[in-house]
């Protein structure tokens, strides 16, 4: 299975906010990224986070880092229907190896 | 130039077909990456190419090629596919020390007839 895990599916309605999990294996990783990816679309770098931070804030999205626990989230703020993509969370051990998670299936409903 | 671009966008092939994925980027990038991903699963390594040198994921079949012709350009080599090998396959570059992730292209959506 991944080294990295996500929960599969999540459901909002329009201007709740998003909470999207995911926990990783590795202590080593430095860096941990967020992408998205729309259907039929390579994927969109949307924000990082280096280890040796706790939280990262840009506009309406907020990372958090549990770096004991190798827990990461994704908070998006008043969703909306244009934020329904698949996230996946990354981490990345060295320059070239990245690691994905399954990816979870944000679905934002009117 | 921010972007990577794979062309074509879309390719449908027979089994006996040769076929070739392209990549280009001009952000001065010295790795670049090959992903193949299947529906609803994540974006999974075949190679990358590091300051022209290759490194295999030794469960990639022969019948997929790499070529790196220069530092900008990145080729796929498509030769005896099976349907199975039917994916979205993505090309993505990074730089050492690049603390902005991967860039990736749009993809090339793969179809073996």
């Given at each position: 299975g991944e080294d990295v895990e996500q929960s599969l599916f999540l459901s909002v309605r329009e201007g709740d906010s998003s909470v999207i999990n995911c926990t990783y294996t590795?202590?080593?990783?430095t860096y941990l990224y967020w992408y998205k990816q729309e259907p039929g679309a390579g994927l969109q770098l949307l924000t990082y986070i280096f280890s040796n931070m706790d939280m990262k804030q840009d506009q309406r999205l907020t990372v958090l880092l549990n770096k004991k626990d190798k827990h990461l989230s994704l908070r998006i703020a008043d969703?909306?229907?244009?934020?329904?993509a698949i996230y996946f969370c990354a981490e990345r051990r060295n320059n070239n190896d990245m690691r994905f998670g399954a990816g979870t299936r944000l679905t934002v409903k009117p | 130039d921010t972007e990577v671009t794979q062309t074509p966008k879309h390719l449908v092939m027979g089994m006996t077909n040769k076929k070739s994925l392209k990549c280009e980027q001009h952000?001065?990038?010295?790795a670049m990456y090959w992903y193949k991903q299947k529906a609803k699963k994540p974006p999974e390594l075949m190679f990358v190419y590091s300051y022209e040198k290759l490194s295999i994921n030794e469960s990639v079949p022969s019948r997929f090629s790499p070529e790196c012709p220069n530092s900008s350009l990145l080729n796929l080599h498509l030769h005896a596919l099976q349907p199975e090998d039917s994916a979205l396959y993505l090309c993505a570059s990074s730089q050492d020390?690049?603390?902005?992730g991967y860039t990736f292209g749009s993809g090339t959506r793969l179809t073996v007839v």
């Open positions: 590795d202590s080593s990783s969703t909306q229907t244009g934020d329904s | 952000m001065g990038h010295r020390g690049d603390l902005y």
